[in-house]
């Protein structure tokens, strides 16, 4: 039997006249990518914003390893262990590549992460040292440990991201939430972050829920595809029944 890491039980958020998820229910196997798609409008970031506790649930259940976590906070839900990164890539511009990346271990650290950081000149905690060596590891691991020093400022597009991805990762999340992390980039610079998100589910074991409208990247790496449109679930399967489902072809193509 499946064990389920994320699962909404009839998930619903209203806004003024309009519901953006309706009845939701889906449930996310552990050690799975799983693949949120639909069009624009469908209700992909109200979802992402719902579970994370950005937003609250209009009704229905929102369950985290078993736990419910509908009412929770957001900085409580992330330290449990649900992160994500954004569509937009939001990085301290001033601040080097590497603190951007070190801030994402505000979660879990013992001190106010400031604290770690605006301490006496030339000195350094021992916890600041431990998050660094981390931090490093994490830009290692997508490809960016030589641009450490950097202003983020400085980055390209397809860099940002990556830092995200990086800054997410230092967390050790259980469950990773990606929101469009392909958006913007060309052919060759997907198939990077493809091998990227495979290797963090095959070596690091995180599940993670990918939220994208590059169709070839979400069949490329997902083991289950849900598909939504008005805020419903229209289909879900694997990539070879989602891709041949008339609902979820009516939903991206409109009907003859």
């Not at 830092?163 to 980039?185: N, S, W």
């Not at 008005?230 to 879900?236: Q, T």
Request: with cysteine; glycine share 8%; hydrophobic share 40%.
């Amino acid at each position: 039997m499946a064990e389920y890491i994320l699962k909404t039980e009839g998930l619903c958020k209203d806004f003024i006249g309009l519901r953006a998820i309706d009845n939701l229910n889906i449930a996310v196997n552990k050690g799975d990518v799983h693949g949120l798609i639909g069009p624009n409008g469908s209700g992909k970031s109200t979802f992402f914003n719902v579970v994370s506790g950005v937003l609250s649930a209009t009704s229905g259940k929102v369950y985290f390893d078993s736990l419910d976590i509908t009412e929770l906070k957001p900085h409580i839900i992330a330290r449990m262990g649900m992160c994500r990164t954004f569509q937009a890539g939001k990085l301290a511009p001033n601040l080097s590549v590497l603190e951007n990346v070190m801030i994402g271990a505000h979660s879990h650290t013992k001190n106010d992460i400031l604290g770690t950081f605006l301490h006496a000149p030339f000195t350094t905690s021992r916890q600041e040292k431990k998050i660094k060596k981390t931090a490093l590891e994490c830009l290692d691991l997508v490809g960016l440990v030589d641009r450490a020093d950097r202003f983020a400022g400085d980055l390209v597009w397809v860099e940002r991201q990556l830092v995200q991805i990086a800054r997410a990762m230092i967390a050790e999340p259980k469950l990773l939430l990606m929101d469009e992390p392909t958006g913007g980039m060309g052919a060759e610079e997907s198939v990077k972050v493809d091998k990227f998100i495979k290797k963090i589910r095959d070596e690091l074991g995180t599940t993670i829920i990918v939220v994208a409208h590059d169709m070839n990247l979400v069949i490329g790496i997902s083991d289950k595809i849900t598909c939504i449109n008005f805020g419903k679930k229209i289909c879900e399967g694997t990539p070879e029944q989602i891709q041949k489902d008339p609902d979820v072809l009516e939903a991206y193509l409109g009907k003859e």
